[in-house]
């Protein structure tokens, strides 16, 4: 036997690997480490440091969430509560193709700072957060879903950002409602203008035959009912669209699940 092979079987010597184990793995999270102390996260909102969830707490206190009494359709917060049930008078002049929306803030300064670090800036540490605050929002639709769909974007955009904000929230949504994210199911089949500046039928338009489940995804839908997620809410175009084509793949029913919502007081 040779002197290594003496080391390894003498006791000591099995207990000293799993050791210098430990030891490697500490020495490698070091840079990590001295890297978050010397870079410490900032409010996504003030920039002052914060340690926990992107957010400090003078900004999270300016954030407007969103809680009944609301339409039990659109989830339009009302000024006063008209009693359970009652709709707003967007939803009964012009009712959507999904059945219920829901978000978990109005789109605010601070909800807007939020959702464009997200998008654009690869603050992906934002999501965990975000998605916890749409899973509190979206209970009663997450209790009826048997899966999650991620409003996609066209794959040149995609490339672009190297990841969906949507399927980012749709994960974490996912994990916490035990749920699960059928991410392939709902196609950008063509690309389509920003909707930011663009005016209500001009936004339908934009959307219009965008979107699509491909023949070969139907069975994921199928009977299925979906909750859709997205990140903001504006005219509902672009659910609006995405819903009809899940419904045309024979969806059983669509909710929208978002993180902020644009608010007319009603």
């Known amino acids: 036997m040779s002197g290594r092979d003496q080391a390894s079987s003498h006791p000591s010597g099995r207990l000293r690997q799993p050791l210098l184990g430990m030891l490697r793995t500490a020495l490698a999270s070091l840079p990590r480490a001295a890297l978050d102390i010397a870079l410490p996260t900032l409010c996504v ?117 190297r990841y969906n904000q949507s399927g980012t929230l749709a994960a974490v949504i996912g ?23 663009l005016s209500k039928a001009d936004r339908a338009l934009n959307v219009q035959g965008a979107f699509k489940v491909p023949p070969e995804d139907k069975s994921s839908v199928q009977g299925r009912r979906i909750v859709l997620i997205d990140d903001v809410l504006t005219s509902g175009a672009t659910v609006d669209a995405c819903a009809r084509a899940l419904l045309r793949a024979r969806a059983a029913s669509v909710d929208v699940l978002v993180f902020a919502r644009v608010v007319d007081t009603v």
Not at 47 to 63: H, M, S, Y
Not at 178 to 196: I, M
Request: proline share 9%; hydrophobic share 45%.
């Open 175 to 197: 994990k916490s409602a035990h749920l699960p994210v059928v991410g392939n199911a709902l196609r950008r089949v063509r690309p389509t203008l920003q909707q930011v500046g």
């Open 45 to 161: 909102s003030c920039r002052e440091p914060v340690a926990g969830d992107g957010v400090c707490a003078a900004c999270w206190a300016r954030l407007s969430f969103i809680a009944p009494p609301f339409c039990a359709r659109l989830g339009i917060p009302f000024v006063y509560d008209p009693g359970p049930g009652l709709l707003s008078m967007q939803a009964i002049a012009n009712p959507p193709a999904y059945q219920r929306a829901r978000a978990a803030v109005r789109y605010d300064e601070v909800a807007r700072t939020m959702v464009h670090a997200l998008k654009y800036q690869d603050r992906t540490d934002l999501a965990p957060v975000m998605g916890r605050w749409m899973a509190r929002a979206g209970q009663e639709l997450l209790g009826d879903a048997d899966a999650l769909v991620p409003v996609p974007l066209h794959w040149r955009r995609g490339w672009s950002r």
